[in-house]
């Protein structure tokens, strides 16, 4: 079974950092993009960052361009987010999901999704 489990979310200080994970299961990364949404209180899911399989391009909404980071790791199964400079802004709960092959702007073409993960900035 598709699984994706989220993990490295938490409290930070605005500035700070935090590696998000997103552990799969049940598929492998070399036939799915993997990307990260999140979805702030009262506000609509947003598209954060992506990687395709294969070539492993990646992506990134512009308010995230210059400090977040998607990566990851074939042998572990598994893709991160780094996120630097973290703005308040960016708290949300944070989720992971998979798509065949290529990224998409369309959540509907992310067929698996995790159960997410909490990230909140704050002083």
């Known amino acids: 079974q598709v699984q994706l489990v989220e993990s490295g979310g938490g409290l930070v200080q605005p500035g700070g950092s935090l590696r998000l994970s997103c552990a799969a299961s049940?598929?492998?990364?070399?036939?799915?993009?993997i990307g990260w949404f999140r979805q702030a209180p009262g506000k609509k899911r947003e598209g954060v960052s992506c990687?395709?399989?294969?070539?492993?391009?990646?992506h990134y909404a512009d308010s995230v361009k210059g400090r977040f980071t998607i990566s990851r790791d074939k042998a572990k199964n598994t893709v991160y987010l780094r996120m630097n400079s973290l703005k308040p802004e960016d708290t949300a709960v944070y989720y992971c999901?998979?798509?065949?092959?290529?990224?998409?702007?369309?959540?509907?073409?992310?067929?698996?999704w995790g159960q997410g993960t909490q990230v909140t900035v704050s002083s």
């Open positions: 999901a998979a798509a065949h092959s290529v990224c998409s702007d369309y959540d509907d073409d992310f067929g698996s």
């Open positions: 049940g598929f492998t990364l070399d036939h799915y993009a």
């Open positions: 990687i395709s399989s294969g070539d492993g391009i990646t």
